[in-house]
């Protein structure tokens, strides 16, 4: 583990997987419940979690780097359920690159529970680990200009939701009529790092 500060009152601390960088995202969130810390915002990526708002980096530098993080709890909270068409452009080529049908590969999608490991890339976009390594996919060779909002999609390690159309080189593999993003909602986003997550599939009426 290894802290870098950011400005006056920033740190960010850089692991090894993301695997880490959840737990310790879970433990600061934690820290920051019971009063042990004081941060103004504390943001997990692939393999970093940023806390802005330090009064102190320097010591929270030192304490994080010598501290052995617990692995992430177990949740209380049932995981969010997101309906999804199988119905991809990518499905098949998904398919055929885990050696199954697409029906197979949709069950095994739909058999998995996901993590939002972080959220970026556009407001309400959460990156959703869970597969197994061998069913890790490449983005595609050629990025899609556009991929319409509501698009599962898959990409090495991670399963994401398109929130909105935008350009994008993700395998799609379904469709979810979920409201990912809402500004009249609190709060907007509806996957947060650390929620579960399950797909459902749904037929269409």
């Given at each position: ?65 010598t501290a052995r993080i617990p692995e992430v709890p177990a949740h209380a ?26 029906g197979e590969a949709a069950r095994i999608h739909a058999g998995t529970e ?19 390594d061998r069913f890790h996919v490449p983005r595609r060779a050629t990025p ?62």
């Amino acid at each position: 583990m290894r802290a870098l500060p950011v400005g006056d009152d920033a740190l960010l601390v850089e692991v090894s997987s993301g695997k880490e960088a959840q737990a310790l995202h879970a433990e600061l969130v934690r820290r920051r419940a019971e009063g042990a810390l004081t941060v103004r915002e504390i943001v997990p990526a692939a393999r970093t979690v940023l806390l802005d708002g330090l009064a102190d980096p320097a010591r929270w530098a030192a304490e994080l780097t010598t501290a052995r993080i617990p692995e992430v709890p177990a949740h209380a909270r049932e995981p969010i359920e997101l309906p999804v068409r199988y119905d991809g452009p990518d499905l098949a080529a998904v398919a055929e690159r885990w050696g199954v049908s697409e029906g197979e590969a949709a069950r095994i999608h739909a058999g998995t529970e996901f993590t939002v490991a972080f959220c970026g890339f556009a407001p309400g976009f959460g990156y959703l680990t869970g597969l197994p390594d061998r069913f890790h996919v490449p983005r595609r060779a050629t990025p899609r200009t556009s991929v319409p909002a509501g698009a599962v999609a898959l990409a090495g390690p991670y399963t994401g939701v398109y929130p909105r159309s935008s350009p994008g080189g993700w395998q799609l593999i379904g469709t979810t009529d979920a409201v990912l993003w809402d500004h009249t909602r609190v709060p907007a986003a509806l996957l947060a790092p650390g929620a579960r997550v399950r797909f459902v599939p749904v037929e269409d009426a």
